[in-house]
């Protein structure tokens, strides 16, 4: 939404006719103007926390339907997905050659014979088909429930026990072509094979606090490993962690009598001995494990936050034939980068390129996203991302001597993340936010350009809202959400040239809207500077009347990796459960200041680096003025 109407959206309360007697000064939050002593009041109070109770995030996003789907590809222009709908879970079957969206089968039926043949009662609305896999000529699907496997034909749903359920290997990682399970064993990393029901040791040498693929972030802990398979699950890349002489950390969990001390390696700044890992390779088909010749590597990724994104070991990557390991080490101030290749069978790394930013170097421009690098082995060049011009952009190298050979993109925008690299055709495609300068800065949009940096970027999204797209394996498909924070989400099939297929699911916020939710109202704002525009949220109660008085709260998240709005994509909750705050008699704003997120240029994203005094708060000061000037309703006095 362009600022103008954020402008006049919020105007239009002010517009409003006058129904009440009290002042702006003598009105107050809550019904806090009438006595505590008045009955009346008691339980005009208590319904206001009820209905700010149904507002909570928890709750609101109970009303929602059809919100977001994730899709499973098959063969055939084929893919299924899990439908939430006010009747339950629904499992959705797409043939984009048939051009039909319906229901893979149904539901009540399968649950009536899973239910006969278990003597269990199955929901049709919750249907516990774990696994679930559909044969690529749709004759039938498997899954496994009831301790068991069973296949059932279609449209029949002649279903029959095939076996045993697989045996459930926890905090595991599966291999790609599902044959093995990778987890850790009293320090060592393991693989089960499934077909040969045997548990296979990758490593033996592991001990406490110098172990295989373990997950100690310090600040997030699990016993999932962190490792990354080869394409063909021959090999896996990991690292053995060295947190000897680190210092703990130790947390009191409180139980009747005597509290449990929880303790672990936790290094904290300006610790001399930190966590280093040492770079592995481990054959599995061999069982035979190669160190990699490289120094250790602190615990970084090259953008924030973690070594993980998903099941997967970030900043790594293996060629398509498993032969080859591409890695980015980065520093412990997150200031100078490496990328390397490294040989799987000798371990011998080699050097292709380093890069540094003064400040904070971002491979991505999301929390959690994933490195915007990639290695084109065929071409023998790599695609790198930084913000060297102030802006997060594409430049392509050469593999060999690491030379720049063009930029990819350019211009005051950011891309986001790569999505699809197609060497043949020499395209990538992409997010990006802050292309369209008549749209909100925020919003992001799926783009394909050139290798060669020889064309405009062409825009595959086109309506003016948040998108948030995925790509079919062989990139001919894109399945595309878009909504924004007033309209409920939409989500289409696309094909690769951004043309709409078909409408795949229309958001059902019916019941959100009943409880008295109302949607947040968007603005802009000035910064300290009186220059730069910054981009907010406001929450009303659901009964606002803007001839009263309200005291504003404002919900800071000051950054600097994402501010204080997290989306600008329609949701039901919201960080800090603003919409029930604003129930009780607030005007709640979010409002990201300069400094709180990376979408925005480099020079904004790091306006008070090394100064986390600021925070942001002069900006967030002179926004809730220039609001309180604009809207009477405001009441400044009482922020």
Known sequence: MQAQQQTDALSAYDALPAN???????????YDAISANDAQSQIRSADVYKRAETMLNASARQHTYRMSITPTWLENDRFWYIAHTKEGFRTMLTDIRAEQNEEAFDHQALADTLSAKSEQTVDPGRLPLSGLTFQDDLSG?????????????????NCTRTGASQKVIPNSIPSPDGRYA??????????????????????????????????????????????????????????????????????????????????????????SVVPMLERVVLDVKELDVTFLNVAPDHQRTSNCCGLVRGDEWADIEW??????????????????????????????????????????????LSSRGIPNWRILHESNEFIWFNRSDNWGHLYLHDLQTGELKNRITGGDWNVMDVLRVDEQARTVLFTAVGKDPNQNPYYEALYRTSLDGNSEPILLTPENADHSVSVSPDGRWIIDTYSDI??????????????????????????????????????????RDGETDLYGMMFLPSDFDSTRSYPIVNMIYPGPQSGSISTWSFSASRRGNTHALAELGFVVVKIDALGSGPKRSRDFHTAYAGNMIDNGLPDQITAMEQLAERHSFIDLSRA
């Open 319 to 364: 060629s398509r034939d498993g032969k080859k390991l591409g890695f980015v080490s980065t520093s412990r101030d997150y200031k100078d980068v490496s990328l390397r290749i490294a040989d799987p069978t000798t371990g011998i790394v080699q050097e292709i390129y380093q890069d540094r930013d003064e400040l904070f170097f971002e491979s991505n």
């Open 20 to 30: 009440s007697a009290l002042s702006a000064n003598d009105a107050l939050p809550a």
């Open 141 to 157: 699907f498997t899954f496994e429930f009831d301790g068991s496997r069973w296949t059932c034909s279609l449209p029949s749903l």
């Open 486 to 527: 007033q309209t409920p989400p939409i989500t289409v099939l696309r094909d690769q040239k951004g043309a709409e297929v078909m409408v795949l699911e229309k958001a059902e916020t019916d019941e959100l809207f009943a409880t008295g939710w109302r949607a947040p109202i968007p603005f802009t704002v000035k910064a």
């Open 182 to 271: 990778a987890y850790i064993k009293e320090h060592n990393l393991m693989v089960y094979d499934y077909k040969a029901g045997l548990e296979m040791p990758l490593t033996t040498d592991g001990e406490e606090h110098y172990g295989y693929g373990i997950n100690n972030h310090g600040w997030w802990r699990s016993d999932t490993p962190i490792l990354t398979w080869s394409p063909d699950s021959r090999r896996i890349a990991t690292f053995r962690l060295d947190e000897r002489g680190v210092e703990p950390m130790v947390l009191w969990e409180m139980q009747e009598g005597r509290p449990k001390a929880d303790i672990w390696p936790y290094a904290l700044p300006g610790d």
